[in-house]
């Protein structure tokens, strides 16, 4: 017998120990929640400490004030305004006020998007990013309601506060293999699949191309008409992690655990999921990618990629994003209708040159008016207010 081996058990029996005594290992207060019937494992497990530090990070903010849909129209009384021209004027700048604590870092407020020389203009690369996800948000609350039902988004449930919303994916290849030999995206722990060495850009096939999701069998013997196999199913796996870790729940918040791959015994949350995964798909095809050339390199992925939406964006780690509380009802005239849908050439943007990102044909229509702006100080003091 090695004499090593006593004194080797020993240290491992003391780590284990250690792992649920000592400072900073004990295991996390734990609340279960029985969702199915008993004796089917539909059980929602959820760690009370993150559960306390969700709801703080999950408070709905309050509108500036109370806007008033009387008086001129924004499209008549300021330039350049392509999406919510048809807002009134307080309206406008109650909106204004509201992106800008939104998204706007607070020691540059409106002019981390405009030029405060030519409020107007269009040379800030963050306003033509910003009017877009307008009309993204217009998208979603009014041709998504499957998945975001009467709740809908504001730009608030993804920046939080932040230019970047803390949440997004982008291409990932890092480390690169030490020679010419591929690995498939596995034998890393991917950030995007539960740190764990699945695929590690599973999120490409589902949240950016419409690769099949389904790999389960209806049968418990093989029969051949199967063509998913290993491979797939891995990528499906690590799609699932991914959103499970997402809204902060287990795979039993949609699927019934003695029949995963049946529709009929699944909980309804699975038909939501399944338009959340081709809304998110839509997002990133028709909204994110044709954004590609206005964005700068260091608002890119280290391919080159732009950053893109995924469950995890909007939901910030609870299953139904801010709790299930709406803020559509302040913004309903900017927000919950469908403006002008009209895609310029993004391709054709110069920052610091472009004066009007305007679409095709509608430049006759962003003619300069003569009507005086609202200064920026006004606008900030009835915000205050």
């Given at each position: 017998?090695?004499?090593?081996?006593?004194?080797?058990?020993?240290?491992?029996?003391?780590?284990?120990?250690?792992?649920?005594?000592?400072?900073?290992?004990?295991?996390?207060?734990?609340?279960?929640?029985?969702?199915?019937?008993?004796?089917?494992?539909?059980?929602?497990?959820?760690?009370?400490?993150?559960?306390?530090?969700?709801?703080?990070?999950?408070?709905?903010?309050?509108?500036?004030w109370e806007a008033s849909p009387e008086g001129d129209k924004a499209g008549?009384?300021?330039?350049?305004?392509?999406?919510?021209?048809?807002?009134?004027?307080?309206?406008?700048?109650?909106?204004?006020a509201s992106i800008t604590a939104w998204v706007a870092p607070p020691e540059?407020?409106?002019?981390?998007?405009?030029?405060?020389?030519?409020?107007?203009?269009?040379?800030?690369?963050?306003?033509?990013?910003?009017?877009?996800?307008?009309?993204?948000?217009?998208?979603?609350?009014?041709?998504?309601?499957?998945?975001?039902?009467?709740?809908?988004?504001?730009?608030?449930?993804?920046?939080?506060?932040?230019?970047?919303?803390?949440?997004y994916w982008v291409d990932d290849q890092e480390p690169k293999p030490a020679?010419?030999?591929?690995?498939?995206?596995?034998?890393?722990?991917?950030?995007?699949?539960?740190?764990?060495?699945?695929?590690?850009?599973?999120?490409?096939?589902?949240?950016?191309?419409?690769?099949?999701?389904?790999?389960?069998?209806?049968?418990?013997?093989?029969?051949?008409?199967?063509?998913?196999?290993?491979?797939?199913?891995?990528?499906?796996?690590?799609?699932?992690?991914?959103?499970?870790?997402?809204?902060?729940?287990?795979?039993?918040?949609?699927?019934?655990?003695?029949?995963?791959?049946?529709?009929?015994?699944?909980?309804?949350?699975?038909?939501?999921?399944?338009?959340?995964?081709?809304?998110?798909?839509?997002?990133?095809?028709?909204?994110?990618?044709?954004?590609?050339?206005?964005?700068?390199?260091?608002?890119?992925?280290?391919?080159?990629?732009?950053?893109?939406?995924?469950?995890?964006?909007?939901?910030?780690?609870?299953?139904?994003?801010?709790?299930?509380?709406?803020?559509?009802?302040?913004?309903?005239?900017?927000?919950?209708?469908?403006?002008?849908?009209?895609?310029?050439?993004?391709?054709?943007?110069?920052?610091?040159?472009?004066?009007?990102?305007?679409?095709?044909?509608?430049?006759?229509?962003?003619?300069?008016?003569?009507?005086?702006?609202?200064?920026?100080?006004?606008?900030?003091?009835?915000?205050?207010?």
């Amino acid at each position: 017998m090695q004499i090593w081996i006593p004194f080797a058990a020993s240290a491992g029996a003391l780590l284990a120990i250690a792992s649920f005594v000592g400072a900073g290992w004990d295991a996390p207060p734990v609340v279960s929640t029985q969702i199915g019937y008993r004796g089917t494992g539909m059980v929602l497990e959820q760690d009370l400490e993150k559960l306390e530090a969700l709801k703080a990070a999950n408070v709905v903010p309050e509108a500036p004030w109370e806007a008033s849909p009387e008086g001129d129209k924004a499209g008549q009384l300021y330039e350049n305004v392509q999406v919510l021209g048809d807002l009134s004027d307080d309206q406008f700048n109650q909106f204004m006020a509201s992106i800008t604590a939104w998204v706007a870092p607070p020691e540059q407020g409106c002019n981390y998007c405009h030029n405060p020389e030519n409020m107007a203009s269009d040379e800030v690369y963050q306003k033509v990013v910003a009017r877009r996800m307008i009309q993204m948000n217009q998208t979603i609350n009014v041709a998504w309601e499957p998945h975001v039902g009467q709740v809908g988004v504001t730009c608030y449930t993804c920046h939080r506060g932040q230019a970047v919303p803390a949440n997004y994916w982008v291409d990932d290849q890092e480390p690169k293999p030490a020679s010419n030999m591929s690995r498939a995206g596995q034998n890393v722990a991917g950030q995007y699949v539960g740190n764990t060495s699945l695929p590690q850009n599973a999120l490409m096939d589902y949240l950016l191309k419409d690769k099949p999701i389904r790999v389960h069998s209806n049968t418990a013997l093989p029969t051949g008409t199967n063509p998913a196999g290993v491979k797939e199913t891995e990528g499906t796996w690590g799609l699932m992690m991914y959103m499970s870790e997402s809204l902060g729940v287990n795979c039993v918040a949609c699927h019934n655990s003695r029949a995963f791959n049946d529709w009929d015994q699944s909980p309804p949350q699975r038909v939501t999921a399944w338009h959340g995964i081709r809304m998110t798909r839509a997002i990133n095809n028709d909204y994110m990618v044709g954004l590609t050339p206005v964005f700068p390199a260091h608002r890119k992925g280290p391919e080159g990629d732009v950053f893109k939406v995924g469950c995890s964006t909007c939901h910030n780690g609870v299953q139904k994003p801010l709790y299930g509380v709406s803020m559509l009802q302040s913004y309903v005239d900017a927000l919950d209708k469908q403006g002008p849908t009209d895609v310029p050439d993004f391709s054709t943007y110069v920052p610091g040159e472009t004066k009007v990102m305007g679409a095709p044909g509608r430049s006759s229509s962003l003619a300069p008016t003569t009507a005086p702006a609202v200064p920026l100080e006004t606008t900030l003091a009835k915000a205050s207010n």
